[in-house]
């Protein structure tokens, strides 16, 4: 007897109550038996679920990293903003007064008038550190930071087998601290 073939709208069902039972810690036979499914589908649904989230994550990571981006070029912009503007001549006004005879409080004004004065300022290097330290975050973001170097100590001996030589390598990735991901086989 041949299987019912799922609507398009039911696969979409099972495949959110699937994703839910696997993030659940669920294995595949229990998932398969709640469900009224064979093993294969819920493995193939498994399969695009994983899929769907692989293009998905791609997708996020894509949006959260042009939005940091654009988040680094506006502040940059305001830093150096900054620096302009403590860069341009400031004005200082000073009044001065000159009065007739007697105290402050008793005294006729005879004579009133504001001096003013520009000065040129050096401007205020706290927005240059901050624009630098925005740039240099900038440059890490986009991966243009200059790339750690692992020091590669070549042993006299060349490895007699491909297990020595891979230790070898997994030895020198650790020195260095780099994360070590076990790559698994792929289906085609």
Known sequence: MAATKRTPAQIQIDRIKIAEMLLAGKQLTEIAQALGMTRQMVAYDRDKIFEEWRNTAIEDLDFYFKRELMIHEKLYREAM???????????????????????????????????VSKEQTAGDSRFLYVAAQIRAKII?????????????????????????????????????????????????
């Open 81 to 115: 903003k900054g620096w302009e503007k403590s860069c341009q001549e400031a004005q200082k006004a000073k009044k001065v007064v000159y009065s007739g005879e007697g105290n402050k409080s008793t005294a006729v004004v005879l004579n009133e008038r504001t001096e």
């Open 140 to 188: 890490e973001l986009l991966g243009l930071a200059k790339p750690q170097q692992i020091e590669l100590l070549m042993r006299k001996e060349q490895p007699r087998t491909l297990k020595e030589a891979e230790e070898e390598i997994m030895l020198i990735l650790k020195k260095a601290g780099k994360k070590i991901v076990e790559a698994k086989p792929t289906r085609n």
